[in-house]
């Protein structure tokens, strides 16, 4: 762990200047300096570099210390980046013992093991090498993507990683349990894909089927939850996005492996994937960090159209001012990787380029079926759309939706304005309006997430040693409660993270001080005692937040069957 009090003395004798002045052409202006902002697209100098300490950028919000400059540009974590200030500093990192439980740094050793046995058994298998070929996989993106090969067989990694011992292969996701007992091999016959985390690690694995090996199996089958996988907040080929520069303009998201594969094999670098699970706050959060665009692509169908507006209602959150999320849906019977292949790249990218944007899909998809020529439309496009637009973060784009709404339903803005202040006043006293579930957090309201949030302070990896069903649970729940919310999300991340490494994460951020006090606050309970603490906490939190995600669901389906009705009896009144 590398102490704080290195940390505080680094940043304070750091000199950000020279920090960013290698790597940003800077002119001087007074005390201070300005410069293009390398995290945005600029023809004017809006980027200032102050003497004492810190940067700011007044065209896009960047800001913060030469340690998150470092972080921000180069691509690094926390601790990589504390590692290349040193250096430039010309001092080392100091470490200290923890006694602290975290995850396993085994596992890590384990899963790159595992990688680097299913790329020496692809070497070997003609018939995967054939599929990969037929697909357009040259030998460079195999090799870029780390693609290997889970022979047939019960025991082949069990056999071949023996030395980590049966009890790491399955934490690790490799190995599998029945009901009677029996330990096999999880991936079987399968192209593999490793998953990197932001770090380039390779935390756990998804496996395709080809030829007909597969049938009557998923065509995917991906590594469970463990210490260092949770599915619902990863994103394959992110890390390889990454790599290709320091800011990326956008974000493709797109369905599967391949597809990602595919389009890096045609020079599209920017695509990711979610894990078989459907787009969420959290990946839209981790993706905005990158870029300030995400382009999401589903299919043309019902089921694409369903995937996009679940996608909506999970960004509208995270658009805060200068994020941009857009749609595009592809022609039936179409993927990313067919069409690539087969239309071209200049194609693809054109199609790309005519993406749908948030607030006009939003709109659009809010007035099917609604009759706008008549008062009851219109009046039933504002109950519906008002309560979503309330979700988004103050900024143009809400401003944007509340004009555009004020024309379609012949309303002046000003009242959509009050009725959304009304909205949220209702949301703050825990009263539903309109047949919607309030929204609502169990820390505001009684203090536990405080207690909570303080308790990670003192001692993060209490948050590692939390079960990873019930650690999934926590990060889920929280994703939407403020500062907890990001303290849960970056230790997540980050399991191996000290306290003074949380307070770095944070430094340049508004929450910076707030964090700092709650370290600074003397603590009672410390050690066992307050791990128990923490985890009787964990479980009142959930607890409350199952509750209202109960009542919620109880809102939504009243308010959906209310919508039904509706658009039924209009329908019939049409044809009548």
Known sequence: MIPRSFINDLVDRADIVDVVGQRVRLKKAGGNHIGLCPFHDEKTPSFHVYADGHFHCFGCGAHGTALGFLMDYENVSFPEAVEALAALAGVAVPREASSRPTADPALYDVLAAAAERYKDWLKGEPAAIHYLKQRGVTGAVARDFGIGFAPDGWER?????DRFG????????????NDSGRVYDRFRERIMFPIRETRGRVIGFGGRIFGSAGEGQ????????????????????????????????SF??????????????????????????????????????????????????????NAAWRAVEAALPALSEGRQLKFVFLPEGEDPDTMVRDQGRERFLALMQGATPIGEYFLRRMREGLDLSQVDGRAMLRELALPAVQRLPAGSLRASLVRELADLTGSEATDLERILERIAGAASA????AGRAPSYSPGQQSGLAERLLRALVAQPSMLAGLASAERARLVEATVSDG????????????????TATLLGRFMGDAAHAELVALAERPTVLGGAALAAEFED????????HARHAQRALAHDVADRASMERYLVAKRQAVAG
Not at 157 to 161: F, P, Q, S, V, Y
Not at 537 to 544: C, H, I
């Open 218 to 249: 998923p065509k995917y089958l991906n590594s469970p939850e463990t210490d260092v996988f949770r599915k619902g907040r990863e994103l394959y080929g992110l890390f390889e996005a990454r790599r290709s520069g320091p800011r990326l303009d």
């Open 430 to 433: 825990n009263v539903g309006r």
């Open 157 to 161: 990694i069990k056999t071949a990683l």
């Open 537 to 544: 906490g964990v479980r009142r939190y959930l607890a409350a």
């Open 166 to 177: 049966e009890g790491k292969l399955l934490d690790a996701g490799l190995l599998a349990k």
């Open 483 to 498: 500062l907890i919310g990001a303290v849960v999300d970056y230790l997540g991340a980050t399991p191996d993270a000290d």
């Open 252 to 305: 493709l998201v797109v369905e599967g492996y391949m597809d990602v594969v595919a389009l890096a094999q045609h020079g599209i670098g920017n695509a990711v994937a979610t894990l078989g699970t459907a787009i969420g706050q959290p990946h839209f959060e981790k993706l905005f960090r990158y870029a300030d665009e995400v382009v999401c692509c589903f299919d043309g169908d019902d089921a694409g159209r």
